[in-house]
Antibody, heavy 118, light 111 residues
Framework: QVQLQESGPGLVKPSETLSLTCTVSGDSLSGFFWSWIRQPPGKGLEWIAY???????NYNPSLKSRVTISVDTSKNQFSLNLRSVTAADTAVYYC????????????WGQGILVTVSS | DIVMTQTPLSLAVTPGQPASISCKSS???????????LYWYLEKPGQSPQLLLYGVSNRFSGVPERFSGSGAGTDFTLKISRVEAEDVGVYYC????????FGQGTKVEIK
């Protein structure tokens, strides 16, 4: 069974870059899209971006100018960079397995809280 | 951009009674691949969201039969035939036409 684990700093300063990595175990990245989703405290879910295992990506239009998603199949990882962060980017960030032909977001990591504060 | 709108935003249900959540999209979710890309998720308290239904009405592995989905085009419904205590949480619909977008969420609690 596939498992996902987010990692990265829990505190980022305003205007800096938030960088997170999702490590996938129990299966390879091959054949699937992989997504990042976030949830600000007390609010709903917001999809950020997905990437195909071979590198094609798509982004939430509202975040596209600040986000880069990347994949490293040799490490079975994919990553998120969010630039020029503000307090509004404070959220729990989830990584999840996206589309593989049938289901979407069928496996999620436990989430990591990232706080933007000086 | 396709906007997803859920109603109601909160719901209190007596155990054993049915519950229904509506989800409307601003555009049809019927894709050129012939599939309707509407999904339902449940975020239980203190847990990561979990997939309940995919392609409008297909239950994901392990999801109880009391959960069902219906709809087409832009109007969709999630129904719980008999609510149990373990069903509390926030339910989200989501489209996956190219990008993804969630509805606002519907909080379900037990009376």
């Amino acid at each position: 069974q596939v498992q996902l684990q987010e990692s990265g700093p829990g505190l980022v300063k305003p205007s800096e870059t938030l960088s997170l990595t999702c490590t996938v175990s129990g299966d390879s990245l091959s054949g699937f899209f992989w997504s990042w989703i976030r949830q600000p405290p007390g609010k709903g879910l917001e999809w950020i971006a997905y990437i195909y295992y071979s590198g094609g990506a798509n982004y939430n239009p509202s975040l596209k100018s600040r986000v880069t998603i990347s994949v490293d199949t040799s490490k079975n990882q994919f990553s998120l960079n969010l630039r020029s962060v503000t307090a509004a980017d404070t959220a729990v960030y989830y990584c999840a397995r996206d589309w593989g032909g049938t289901t979407v977001l069928d496996s999620w990591g436990q989430g990591i809280l990232v706080t933007v504060s000086s | 951009d396709i906007v997803m709108t859920q109603t109601p935003l909160s719901l209190a249900v007596t155990p054993g009674q049915p519950a229904s959540i509506s989800c409307k999209s601003s555009q049809s979710l019927l894709h050129s691949d012939g599939k309707t890309h509407l999904y339902w998720y449940l975020e239980k308290p203190g847990q990561s969201p979990q997939l309940l239904l995919y392609g409008v009405s297909n239950r994901f592995s392990g999801v109880p039969e009391r959960f069902s989905g219906s709809g087409a085009g832009t109007d969709f419904t999630l129904k719980i035939s008999r609510v149990e205590a373990e069903d509390v949480g926030v339910y989200y619909c989501m489209h996956a036409i190219d990008v993804r977008a969630f509805g606002q969420g519907t909080k379900v609690e037990i009376k």
